[in-house]
């Protein structure tokens, strides 16, 4: 068993068969052989920690006993997050089983558990069919993909370089970029998975937000400096001090936004199609003639799926794909983002604000929920 993840409890098990009434009675290791189609040894080992029982072994004795499969692992210290592994165990499934659920490969799939490393080539609905399969919030399965120790890992190294990086906003009358070339530039690319032009475009991008940050801090410095009077000095002092803390932040902060973001992008196709979507004044696709075209039907859905379109009915009665308060809003947050990974597909702004408005009657989606009017994913 890997170490770090869900152990099988023997003496739980052992409780529970000598403690728990099933049918009206505390079961033998012979009865619960049969339930199990198994042999009776095969139980001892298990009570007896000489033989680990199979995801699928724990979750039939679970239902025996009318608990929860997580109640058979061990308890974990408080504070700890499960780790993806920790919760494929607890819903009784092999690596396997779970990757066909997700439609993935095996080595695929491992690289998902044991180094918290989504494929390039997905649209971000993996996540949300992992939380799908498992039952479980999307919040949980991202949680487990963020503490995974390998992604805590790549977060402090990209950090690492990235507080080598930012010190080029530092220089004075001197374009703070770096170029792709370069080998610290390559570095971070490497732990981010991605070409380095694309890596440079979003390092650039947040690097002209840090020297952002650090002229605000010049200026608060000097407020400060000129404050009339104590009250005005103390507000002034806190401000320098929030900008100070944000500035400390940055590189961990970026880090952990850069690595999200590209974990869990659309594809270009997709943000094609959002941006069409909003340009289009009103005007919206019809949703049966969209879905069923092979060519863009799949991205359509995973855009569907994820809660960025839904569906509605226009003046005509025509089911028509709009986008929704949370997709639209996502949009606008990830825009500069998007242009970096995506730098042919323009999304101007002008466009986003005048949507936002527009959209503001809608309710305002999570990702995990299901969109409205919307047909299961196929």
């Not at 919030?137 to 963020?146: K, N, T, V, Y």
Request: proline share 6%; aromatic share 6%; with cysteine.
């Amino acid at each position: 068993m890997t170490r770090g993840t869900a152990k099988f409890d023997a003496s739980i098990l052992r409780q529970l068969r000598t403690s728990k009434e099933v049918g009206g009675r505390l079961l033998s290791a012979a009865d619960l052989a049969a339930l199990l189609k198994t042999s009776k040894a095969r139980v001892l080992a298990y009570e007896q920690e000489k033989s680990v029982p199979e995801p699928g072994r724990v979750r039939e004795m679970a239902n025996i006993f009318q608990v929860p499969a997580r109640e058979l692992y061990q308890a974990r210290p408080a504070g700890h997050v499960d780790q993806i592994r920790d919760l494929r165990c607890y819903a009784g499934l092999t690596s396997a089983e779970f990757a066909q659920l997700i439609g993935l490969s095996r080595t695929t799939y491992r690289d998902i558990e044991n180094r918290a490393v989504l494929p390039t080539h997905d649209d971000g609905t993996l996540p949300l069919k992992m939380a799908t399969a498992l039952r479980l919030p999307l919040g949980m399965i991202r949680r487990a993909l963020d503490h995974h120790p390998a992604a805590v890992r790549r977060r402090a190294i990209v950090t690492a370089h990235l507080v080598e990086v930012f010190q080029l906003a530092k220089v004075t009358h001197r374009p703070a970029l770096i170029d792709p070339d370069e080998e610290l530039l390559i570095r971070i690319a490497e732990q981010l998975r991605r070409p380095a032009s694309v890596v440079c475009r979003l390092v650039n991008h947040d690097l002209g937000r840090y020297r952002d940050l650090l002229r605000r801090h010049e200026i608060a410095q000097v407020n400060v400096a000129y404050a009339q009077g104590s009250r005005e000095a103390r507000v002034r002092t806190k401000e320098l001090e929030e900008l100070r803390a944000n500035i400390d932040r940055h590189p961990g902060a970026v880090a952990a936004a850069q690595l999200r973001f590209l974990a869990e992008a659309m594809s270009a196709q997709q943000w094609r199609m959002m941006v069409d979507l909003l340009q289009r004044s009103g005007r919206t696709y019809d949703f049966g003639t969209t879905l069923n075209d092979p060519n863009v039907g799949h991205a359509w859905n995973g855009l569907l799926v994820r809660g960025f379109v839904a569906v509605e009915r226009d003046p005509n009665s025509v089911l028509a794909l709009t986008v929704t308060h949370y997709g639209l809003g996502l949009c606008r947050t990830q825009r500069p983002y998007y242009a970096c990974l995506y730098p042919r597909i323009t999304a101007p702004y002008a466009v986003l604000r005048q949507s936002f408005s527009r959209s503001a009657r809608l309710a305002r989606r999570s990702p995990g929920d299901p969109p409205l009017n919307a047909p299961p994913p196929p």
